[in-house]
């Protein structure tokens, strides 16, 4: 994962996109470093975190309610991470994108003809333009999940789309695309899957 940079894990529901954040926390760690856990799908669990080796308790563990403060909390504590460790790796993770409202939605402040998606879309773009100057000064390891998602009607090439318009496409360095491949059974029992990274 590049540091000064943002990566973007796409996938479908439950292709491991959680496992791979949290094993890079618990890597970032490891080394030292300070990790922070965007959790906007409220689906962290301190059980399997441990399990995969992340300390919990020297984690930073944040839950904005919105796009818009998820780009705050970004850059705040960026900063005040900087500014109590100036040598050390910072990895923030934002567990996903997909689930996140903006604040128009989350307050109610729009029409029935609004489209909340290209509302989300403005909001990311202006977000990217934000933090991408932090990242690259700070040298912080950026990395955001985002869902597949199936545009309807598309009769040729590929339907599938992601979350967030076209701003994160442009501003990720980095975009990997985890799809479940099988399963992994023991005496019939399931206990993982086989994945693809692209």
């Given at each position: 994962?590049?540091?000064?940079?943002?990566?973007?894990?796409?996938?479908?529901?439950?292709?491991?996109?959680?496992?791979?954040?949290?094993?890079?926390?618990?890597?970032?760690?490891?080394?030292?470093?300070?990790?922070?856990?965007?959790?906007?799908?409220?689906?962290?669990?301190?059980?399997?975190?441990?399990?995969?080796?992340?300390?919990?308790?020297?984690?930073?563990?944040l839950q904005p309610g919105?796009?818009?403060?998820?780009?705050?909390?970004?850059?705040?504590?960026?900063?005040?991470?900087?500014?109590?460790?100036?040598?050390?790796?910072?990895?923030?993770?934002?567990?996903?994108?997909?689930?996140?409202?903006?604040?128009?939605?989350?307050?109610?402040?729009?029409?029935?003809?609004?489209?909340?998606?290209?509302?989300?879309?403005?909001?990311?773009?202006?977000?990217?333009?934000?933090i991408t100057d932090t990242?690259?000064?700070?040298?912080?390891?950026?990395?955001?999940?985002?869902?597949?998602?199936?545009?309807?009607?598309?009769?040729?090439?590929?339907?599938?789309?992601?979350?967030?318009?076209?701003?994160?496409?442009?501003?990720?360095?980095?975009?990997?695309?985890?799809?479940?491949?099988?399963?992994?059974?023991?005496?019939?029992?399931?206990?993982?899957?086989?994945?693809?990274?692209?």
């Amino acid at each position: 994962i590049p540091v000064g940079k943002l990566t973007e894990i796409t996938g479908e529901e439950a292709s491991g996109k959680s496992l791979v954040c949290a094993h890079l926390i618990a890597e970032v760690q490891r080394r030292g470093g300070i990790a922070v856990y965007i959790d906007t799908e409220n689906s962290a669990n301190p059980d399997f975190l441990t399990r995969v080796g992340v300390d919990v308790n020297e984690m930073v563990y944040l839950q904005p309610g919105c796009v818009e403060d998820v780009g705050e909390a970004i850059v705040k504590t960026i900063t005040m991470a900087r500014a109590k460790a100036p040598n050390r790796i910072i990895l923030v993770v934002w567990d996903g994108i997909a689930a996140t409202p903006c604040r128009a939605e989350l307050n109610g402040d729009f029409d029935l003809n609004m489209n909340l998606q290209l509302e989300k879309s403005k909001v990311l773009s202006k977000m990217m333009r934000m933090i991408t100057d932090t990242l690259g000064k700070d040298q912080v390891a950026l990395v955001f999940t985002n869902q597949l998602k199936v545009k309807i009607g598309v009769m040729y090439g590929n339907p599938e789309t992601t979350t967030g318009g076209n701003a994160l496409k442009f501003y990720a360095s980095v975009r990997l695309d985890i799809r479940r491949t099988g399963q992994i059974k023991e005496r019939e029992e399931i206990i993982g899957s086989e994945t693809r990274v692209k």
